[in-house]
């Protein structure tokens, strides 16, 4: 049964402090390891990752992902009030219909 | 720029009553699929569709199901509703093809008395 554990499950943090959110994961035939960013309603989706060592950067956020591992980290540099959200991870495995498991999700509060 | 809609919103049922929960989306895409969101357990997958007329059933399927009759409308259907299936639902989509993210609707909000 494929599992996906997100560390930590909450985090406060101040405005401008880095934050490094962790996903291990353990999947048959791994295909992808996306992270979604969940504010009020809907996921949102913020990258995805199917190749060791290579890095995704979008603005201050960045993550990547260690195949040999199995897990992934999102990095928030300067974080922001505007960045408090559920950070979820999950992945696809071997099926071709692109079933997601997902972590439990780590809850950020970011302070003025 | 609609993307995925989820028709109702918020919705309050009691134990034994019956309703549908509507996902339409406005991309042309061929993959659907329902989760439900609880509290601590992330999202779990209901049901799923990879075409038009086509459904499978996901991890969590009981009590619960779907049908695809036009490819931008799926359909969840709560028969016989239960307090365990008070929940947040969401709905996506995807299109066809390898390493496509999953676009999602903003959920239904459904509580069971």
């Known amino acids: 049964e494929d599992k996906v554990v997100q560390s930590p499950l909450s985090l406060v943090v101040h405005e401008g402090d880095t934050v490094t959110l962790n996903c291990s994961y353990e999947v048959t035939n791994f295909r992808s390891l996306l992270w979604y960013k969940q504010e009020k309603k809907a996921p949102t989706f913020l990258f995805m990752l199917?190749?060791?060592?290579i890095e995704k950067k979008s603005g201050r956020l960045s993550s990547i992902l260690d195949k040999k591992e199995l897990f992934s980290i999102l990095n928030i540099t300067a974080t922001q009030t505007g960045d408090s959200a559920i950070y979820l991870c999950a992945v696809t495995g071997g099926t071709s219909y692109g079933k997601l498991t997902f972590g439990q999700g780590t809850i950020l509060t970011v302070h003025p | 720029n609609a993307g995925v809609t989820q028709t109702p919103k918020f919705r309050v049922l009691k134990t034994g009553q019956s309703m549908t929960l509507l996902c339409a989306q406005d991309?042309?895409?061929?993959?659907m699929y329902w989760y439900r969101q609880d509290p601590g357990m992330g999202l779990r997958l209901i049901h799923y569709?990879?075409?038009?007329?086509?459904?499978a059933k996901g991890e969590v399927p009981d009590g619960y199901n779907v049908s695809r009759l036009k490819k931008q409308n799926f359909l969840l259907g709560l028969e016989s509703a239960a307090p365990s299936q008070t929940s947040v639902y969401f709905c996506?989509?995807?299109?066809?093809?390898?390493?496509?993210?999953?676009?999602f609707g903003d959920g239904t909000r459904l509580s069971i008395l």
């Open positions: 569709s990879v075409g038009e007329g086509t459904t």
């Open positions: 199917t190749s060791s060592g």
């Open positions: 991309m042309n895409h061929e993959y």
């Open positions: 996506a989509s995807r299109q066809g093809g390898s390493n496509q993210p999953q676009h």
